[in-house]
């Protein structure tokens, strides 16, 4: 078994010996980068972050994103960013790499010890840290580049308005929810002491002072609590489109006026406490969904400043990114991901397109080639002139096709709303024709009766079945990884009977791994190959250079980048090459004949002058529960489709066509929308990770993105896979159909409830307080029935 | 029994105070960060164990 990095808890292969003793404790690394975090983290007396942090993935050294700050030196865009009082400055900024609690607790004390610093305040829920500092004694390039020494990247950061806005409704929000739990609490204090005096006995003049102490408490909450409520339901008015808003409403005022009026009379029954927990459980489910919704989801990322530098004049310059315009050249360094969509000035580079196409493959491109925004520039600095910004670019086009996608949805009728429009209808006639009824007949309590009727019918359990139910399993498979952040998910996901798999970070890990290695000197070992890889690739941007850093890098000097073919170097004065095998060939070598070539692998080449040492071979992996998750659908009689950007020949590689039921390559995001409009079924469930996903996850049914995908692949998913781990959608889905079913035993009870009581209380046979008090119990019946759904 | 008609008045006025600073709290940005004020405890105990 392979030992994990003390910090970043990734495998350490065989050949690495990086240690440290920190702490008196014995600690090994997977790099000197992690190395060097964590010892600048116990050197400064930090080290409770590792005892206290949830998993063991630490962040690692990141892109320097410290040149971002330089921009601040500009006096309009530092008075922008930075508030500023007489001695102390305030920034925001947004964080990449935070996790869990630990890092925010190790940012706040790291930078806490520094000088200069006066507070600061991270955020987990957002990533973001608001800094105070005294600009006398530190500056915000300090800051920036102290979080940089500890592993996180930081940019500044302006709340925009949409994201101000959501706040303070959240901040509503809570209060409305804080005032219908202890308004709730208080109202059932009194009811209890009531009950109890309709068995025991109770002087009037108590009882009345119980009633007026319920009315107090529960004013507010019908009041100001239950608000959405009648909004939606005003809303619902005009639309001529009823949902639970208006039953919910009718309900909850009917009971609230006929308990006032029962308090000012002292006749009748007071309901005050049913409808106080009637409002709090209904907000608290609505609440809880609000949060999901939100959660994970970098919407804010767009307020952040970025920095791009262009050349103006033969003069570089640094300048906010929203400030460029068509025309400009813009340089970008290797790694950075291009901003505009454009022309490339420069000889040649590669670009990792996989946002836009999801091949991870990075591409050649030479001079006048258009380059695309959002795609990643790895090899070289290249100038691009710049031909479309924002609103115009590549990937914005993709971002109008979502939301076209959007707008066809297949709606998932949500039975509940759907039951409520009839059932509005059918309650009111009810009353009323008994009420008429029993006018007529010269009943003297004919009032009461109707009110009896309206509180046997209020829909409490049937409009609490339903979302009790979603909440609980809501926050369940949270716990296993699997975010819902809309409504209808679980009803879909139930009825799921076909899934779509994107490949390419959905059923693979997304980046390269060294498969093979093969020798043809025998006098050096792999490790010793390795190594020398591992030296020649270890300032490289390239994608590839990643399955090797985990390896000691050797000593290499004099390191230089063969556009588009590969990279040499100088180790111990002898020229060593390493790359494809149009390198081997250009440096003319022969390229050693090799078998069973696979069209998903790619084979690189490590050469010296005189011959070929060795072909390593590279392939993007299956994730390891790929397979038996694939079978596992199937099992369960689940049609399973894979739609991908890859070439035929690629997802032949590593995938078996036989695993599924369709087989779509060379699909464009476009193309994979329109597929699945096409099929006749509407169960689908799309599974996807990149940009070039989003327009198929807006438009299937139900659609779910992985944890690493990009903001906007998250943003237009139903539910995120936090966990990555492709055996939770199984779970899902059977917890879904549990669900679905204690949802049914739910509704079945309460209708029969309300349907047996109907002709009882028509009949005038119950008092008003019967009728409350199984109101109360056939409602608790319901929420204890959703628990169940708490284990998996 | 009379001190009923004192005492659950009095216990009102509590949750009526309790509401109160609620509401402060929230619009003090108290409830901004739901995912992180229940652990900050874990680290701020550990904390003063090393000062003693």
């Known amino acids: 078994m392979s030992k994990s990095c003390f910090h970043c808890g990734d495998p350490i292969p065989a050949s690495i010996n990086i240690t440290s003793n920190l702490q008196n404790m014995h600690c090994e690394f997977c790099c000197y980068g992690c190395q060097a975090i964590a010892e600048h983290i116990c050197g400064a007396d930090l080290s409770l972050y590792y005892e206290r942090r949830e998993s063991s993935a630490g962040s690692r050294l990141t892109e320097d994103n410290t040149p971002i700050f330089e921009l601040l030196d500009n006096k309009q865009l530092y008075n922008q960013y930075v508030h500023q009082t007489e001695n102390e400055h305030v920034i925001q900024v947004s964080l990449t790499g935070i996790t869990c609690s630990a890092c925010a607790w190790l940012i706040e004390k790291h930078l806490g010890q520094q000088v200069g610093i006066k507070n600061i305040h991270v955020n987990l829920s957002s990533s973001v840290a608001t800094i105070t500092w005294d600009p006398a004694q530190a500056s915000v390039q300090t800051i920036a580049s102290e979080l940089q020494f500890i592993g996180y990247a930081a940019t500044p950061y302006l709340p925009g308005e949409q994201y101000q806005q959501s706040r303070k409704e959240k901040k509503k929000a809570i209060i409305r929810l804080g005032i219908a739990g202890v308004g709730m609490m208080q109202v059932m204090m009194s009811a209890i002491a009531m009950y109890a005096g309709d068995l025991q006995g109770m002087d009037d003049i108590y009882r009345q002072m119980l009633r007026w102490i319920s009315f107090i408490f529960a004013t507010p909450v019908v009041m100001y609590a239950g608000w959405p409520f009648y909004k939606g339901a005003v809303r619902d008015l005009k639309n001529h489109h009823f949902t639970m808003d208006l039953p919910v409403s009718i309900g909850v005022l009917l009971a609230f006026g006929s308990s006032v009026l029962a308090l000012y009379t002292q006749t009748g029954h007071v309901y005050f406490d049913s409808v106080t927990m009637f409002i709090f459980f209904l907000l608290l489910g609505r609440f809880l969904e609000t949060i999901a919704r939100t959660y994970h989801i970098g919407a804010h990322q767009q307020d952040a400043l970025a920095a791009v530098k262009i050349k103006l004049k033969n003069e570089l310059k640094t300048i906010p990114q929203q400030q460029l315009k068509a025309g400009d050249t813009v340089i970008i360094e290797p790694g950075q991901t291009i901003p505009v969509d454009g022309v490339l000035l420069s000889n040649t580079t590669s670009v990792d397109e996989s946002s836009l196409t999801g091949e991870y493959t990075p591409i050649t491109k030479r001079q006048g080639d258009r380059l695309k925004a959002q795609t990643i520039n790895i090899e070289q600095q290249i100038e691009i002139h710049v031909e479309n910004v924002g609103q115009n670019t590549h990937a914005a086009a993709i971002s109008r096709i979502t939301e076209r996608a959007l707008g066809d949805k297949p709606k998932v009728a949500i039975v509940a709303d759907k039951v409520a429009h009839y059932f509005v209808i059918a309650v009111l006639i009810t009353a009323s024709l008994t009420y008429a009824f029993w006018s007529y007949m010269g009943e003297s309590e004919a009032y009461w009766i109707m009110v009896s009727v309206l509180v046997v019918t209020c829909p409490c359990a049937l409009s609490l079945a339903t979302p009790v139910a979603l909440t609980t399993i809501t926050n369940t498979l949270k716990r296993n990884g699997f975010l819902i952040t809309r409504g209808h998910v679980i009803e879909a996901l139930a009825n799921t009977n076909h899934i779509v798999f994107d490949k390419t970070g959905t059923l693979t890990q997304g980046n390269f791994s060294i498969t093979d290695v093969t020798c043809f000197d025998l006098s050096l070992s792999k490790e010793q190959i390795l190594s020398i890889i591992s030296g020649l690739e270890q300032h490289s941007k390239h994608p590839l250079a990643n399955a090797f850093c985990s390896f000691i890098p050797a000593n290499v000097t004099q390191i230089k980048n063969l556009s588009s073919l590969g990279v040499q170097g100088i180790l111990d004065q002898n020229t060593f090459y390493f790359g494809n095998s149009s390198l081997i060939q250009n440096i003319g070598l022969s390229v050693p004949k090799c078998d069973g070539a696979n069209a998903a692998e790619l084979s690189l080449y490590l050469a010296n002058t005189q011959h070929v040492i060795a072909k390593i071979t590279l392939c993007d992996v299956l994730r390891p529960e790929t397979e038996s998750t694939i079978k596992a659908l199937k099992q369960q009689g689940i049609r399973v489709s894979l739609l991908t950007g890859d070439t035929l020949e690629s997802a032949r590689g590593i995938l078996s066509s036989s695993w599924f039921d369709d087989f779509k390559t060379n699909c464009l995001p476009d193309e994979k929308w329109q597929w699945i409009k096409e099929q006749s079924n509407h169960n689908i469930l799309m599974v996807g990770d990149g940009l070039n996903d989003v327009p198929a996850l807006a438009g299937a049914t139900t659609s779910l993105a992985m944890g690493a995908s990009s903001d906007l692949a998250k943003l237009h998913s139903d539910a995120i896979l936090l966990s990555e781990h492709l055996s939770t959608i199984i779970t899902a889905i059977s917890s879904a159909k549990r669900c679905r079913k204690v949802i049914k035993q739910n509704l079945i009870w309460a209708a029969s409830y309300n349907a047996t009581l109907l002709p009882l209380a028509i009949a005038g046979l119950i008092p008003p307080w019967v009728a409350a008090i199984g109101m109360a119990l056939s409602s608790l019946l319901v929420v204890v029935n959703a628990t169940r759904l708490t284990n998996v | ?52």
């Open chain 2, 1 to 52: 029994m009379e001190s009923l008609f004192l005492l659950i008045p009095i216990a009102g006025i509590f949750v009526v105070i309790a509401i109160i600073i609620f509401i402060w709290a929230v619009k003090g940005d108290q409830f901004d960060d739901l995912n992180r004020e229940g652990e900050r405890i874990l680290f701020e105990d550990d904390d003063t164990d090393k000062k003693l």
